[in-house]
């Protein structure tokens, strides 16, 4: 008889990965081969040539941070060209390339990896791990995402998920995977905010639970807030301090930096439960041949103002999801903490000031995310499954001959969903052809969006239905035609992010008669990236 398969729920953080697998109905978090309960989502390149995944990438990663990856998380499903991957390009230690589709890839040594391929083996690890603890086949997983994710990062995850032999059952939302863990099965009629702030991004949705059916109202966040920026805040401060005591520049070399990096994460955990702590390196530098230590104490009260404006900026973002239903923060029944920074204290004590009572302890911060993932993939196909009312995070839509982006799918559509529009007749530039550029975001200005491709059709297609559809994973579906005729199309990817802009912009000349000038990039994420890297 043919071993049944099971299916796992899985976290892909962007520094610890989380495998969970119900039995007997009660989730459990599947511990690594070492038996933590977390896999750090690494992928290295050992100097034997070998591949080296989890714990052993990890343990290599400061005397080998060229050819260790860490952080995909923030890379995946985005183009190389883009404002976010050339900005992260000069943080990382090791090298981000342009891959053979023009998104963002890897090199390590000799080899090139795209973004899918290095979280492919993170979760094929996971897999393996999975199947040694379940003593089984794993084949089936069903895998979160933030729920800040755009098309092109979904896509991209399901695309990893394929690649490290798994079919990927749903791609679910983070916060709507912990609201699971909290409330399956618990006959709930409440309405929950999620505060979720992992390592390397930030979720904020609103639910309305009632009994097993988990409705979206409202979702947001920042894919570039999360806890690396804490512990960079952290290490920064640190060579500060240290250069004013020795009156001596530190060293930026890349092993230098990454002890420094992994000290600063340690320190700021530390400072969770007791209010003082000291860094102490060894041999960080050296001076007329001589070693010099690092020893820099460092305070909660010290962390606390190094990173407020970091705990600030998730308020803002708290305040704007609750703003756009209307939801006043006396309507929240419970605030629930997801994400390993969100034991901050001061992100606590920020929490019980902004709603007027203390966020829920009831759920662990690190594991409900891939445990609600793996109540979700246990209840497919089952009598009592949970019901999921997701929500569209962001706005797909194309780009007018002005330039401007017009929507078309809006934020916080209820998904499945879809609309349509007709499409407007060949531009004078080109009239043999139909060529519509779709992006996902909020900016006016479709340029500053994330470009998901372009549909391009004969002039014959003008006055056509276009139907916008997008999955209950968040994916989405461009269908032309109405009836029988009715054709799915594939986007063209083929031009850059920025060669589109240039187009844009080039049309917003001609129309005004002016030289055309490059399209500022879009204010807000250019302003996170500053503040995530110290330059503004």
């Not at 239905?465 to 999955?471: F, W």
């Amino acid at each position: 008889m043919a071993e049944r398969s099971r299916i796992i729920g899985i976290d892909l953080g962007t520094t610890n990965t989380v495998v969970a697998h119900v039995r007997n109905r009660i989730p459990k978090v599947v511990p690594s081969e070492r038996g933590n309960l977390v896999i750090p989502s690494m992928v290295a390149l050992a100097s034997s040539g070998d591949l080296l995944v989890g714990g052993p990438a990890r343990d290599q990663a400061v005397t080998n941070p060229r050819n260790t990856v860490s952080g995909a998380k923030r890379l995946i499903g985005r183009p190389f060209e883009s404002l976010a991957v050339q900005e992260l390009k000069s943080a990382l230690p090791y090298e981000i390339v342009p891959g053979p589709d023009g998104a963002a890839a890897v090199k390590l040594g000799e080899r090139v990896l795209t973004l899918p391929e290095v979280s492919s083996h993170v979760l094929a690890h996971a897999k393996k791990v999975s199947e040694l603890s379940l003593g089984g086949l794993v084949t089936e997983a069903v895998i979160t995402v933030p729920a800040w994710y755009n098309d092109n990062q979904r896509s991209a995850v399901k695309e990893a998920g394929r690649l490290a032999g798994l079919e990927v059952k749903r791609i679910l939302n983070e916060p709507t995977a912990a609201a699971l863990a909290y409330g399956f099965n618990r006959k709930l009629r409440k309405k929950v905010l999620v505060y979720d702030l992992g390592g390397g991004t930030f979720d904020v949705s609103v639910l309305q639970l009632d009994n097993n059916v988990f409705e979206v109202l409202a979702t947001g966040g920042d894919t570039f807030l999360g806890g690396v920026d804490f512990d960079r805040r952290v290490a920064e401060h640190v060579v500060r301090v240290f250069e004013q005591l020795e009156g001596m520049g530190l060293s930026t070399s890349p092993v230098a930096r990454q002890r420094i990096q992994f000290a600063a994460e340690s320190a700021k955990m530390d400072l969770s439960v007791i209010p003082n702590v000291m860094l102490e390196l060894p041999f960080i530098t050296e001076r007329r041949g001589k070693p010099v230590d690092l020893r820099v104490p460092l305070t909660r009260d010290q962390l606390n103002a190094l990173t407020q404006d970091l705990v600030d900026r998730t308020f803002a973002i708290v305040d704007g999801v609750l703003a756009q239903k209307g939801i006043r923060r006396q309507e929240i029944d419970e605030v629930l903490l997801v994400g390993g920074q969100s034991r901050m204290p001061l992100v606590q004590q920020a929490i019980t000031a902004h709603f007027g009572k203390p966020p829920r302890k009831g759920v662990h911060p690190d594991e409900c995310v891939a445990l609600g993932a793996a109540l979700f993939a246990d209840s497919l196909g089952a009598l009592d499954a949970v019901t999921l009312l997701d929500a569209l995070f962001m706005p797909i839509g194309y780009a007018q001959p002005s330039g401007a982006f017009k929507a078309v799918l809006e934020r916080n559509l209820p998904i499945p969903g879809a609309r349509s529009f007709r499409l407007p007749p060949p531009r004078e530039s080109d009239p043999a052809e139909i060529s519509l550029e779709l992006f996902q975001g909020d900016a006016q200005r479709a340029g500053d969006n994330e470009f998901l491709g372009r549909l391009v059709l004969p002039a014959s297609a003008a006055g056509q239905k276009v139907e916008l559809r997008v999955d209950a994973e968040g994916l989405l579906t461009v269908t032309v035609g109405e009836g029988a005729n009715a054709r799915a199309h594939q986007l063209s990817t083929r031009d850059t992010p920025e060669a589109v802009r240039r187009t844009l912009a080039d049309r917003d000349a001609r129309k005004a008669g002016e030289p055309r000038v490059a399209p500022a990039p879009e204010p807000g994420l250019l302003s996170s990236l500053k503040k995530m890297f110290g330059r503004g």
